[in-house]
């Protein structure tokens, strides 16, 4: 194919770059920057390349990982929530932002609804991926009325309060083996102080 999702450009001065890509996907580079009405139109251009080379299987394939996504051990919210946005923008397409100052009363209404559906979709996946220490602290915090963009929020406070936790008891532990070990210490220079008392008593 020659291009991937993985090696997609990551901001719009990289557009006018080829060096990632090769073969089909250069060329086709080539003839939409000869072609742009704006060349440093990063979103357009990446909906462009996704929809000419990415093929159903593998939209597939993606949507597949999107919903097994999970949380890892050692990576925090905010990279597993980017990660979960990317796959889903990919997939179904950046959100169109209305001024709804200037729009029309039914693009808002309908705007507010897809924002409703893909909030909803995202929480979804986003609560069933999250580490299970993290998710028990989310679920005591959010509410039904809660927006997908409040979720996150308070996913990553939870993720605060959770590694606070952990090194709240992180420190209690280690003070609790250093003290005994200082016990331990203790009894082990006591004990050798009656071994030398013994041979005075049997005198």
């Known amino acids: ?15 006018g770059k080829q060096d ?27 909906k462009a390349i ?26 925090n919210t905010q990279t597993y929530v980017s990660r979960l946005n990317h796959l889903y923008d990919i997939i179904h397409g ?6 709804e100052t200037i729009a029309p009363p039914e693009a808002v209404v309908l705007a507010r609804s897809l ?24 679920w005591t915090r959010i509410n039904v009325n809660s927006h997908y963009e409040d979720v996150c929020e308070i996913v990553y406070a939870a993720e605060t309060i959770v590694n606070r ?19 331990e210490d203790e009894q082990d220079v006591e004990l050798q102080r009656q071994k030398r008392s013994f041979p005075n008593l049997k005198n």
Request: glycine fraction near 4%; hydrophobic fraction near 40%.
């Open 115 to 138: 924002r409703k559906i893909r909030g909803e979709a995202k929480q979804k996946i986003l609560l069933k991926g999250l580490l299970p220490k993290i998710v028990q602290a989310v």
């Open 50 to 75: 996704i929809s000419r080379f990415l093929t159903e299987t593998e939209i597939e394939n993606l949507k597949k990982q999107l919903n097994e996504l999970k949380q890892i051990a050692d990576q």
């Open 20 to 46: 990632r890509l090769r073969g089909d996907a250069a060329d086709w580079h080539s003839d939409y920057i000869d072609h742009a009405a704006d060349k440093e139109d990063y979103d357009a251009w990446e």
């Open 1 to 15: 194919m020659g291009v991937t999702a993985e090696s997609r450009p990551v901001k719009a001065r990289e557009i």
């Open 94 to 99: 950046k959100e169109i932002v209305l001024d």
């Open 165 to 183: 936790m952990e090194q709240n008891e992180e420190k209690r532990l280690k003070a609790t083996i250093a003290g005994i070990s200082a016990h």
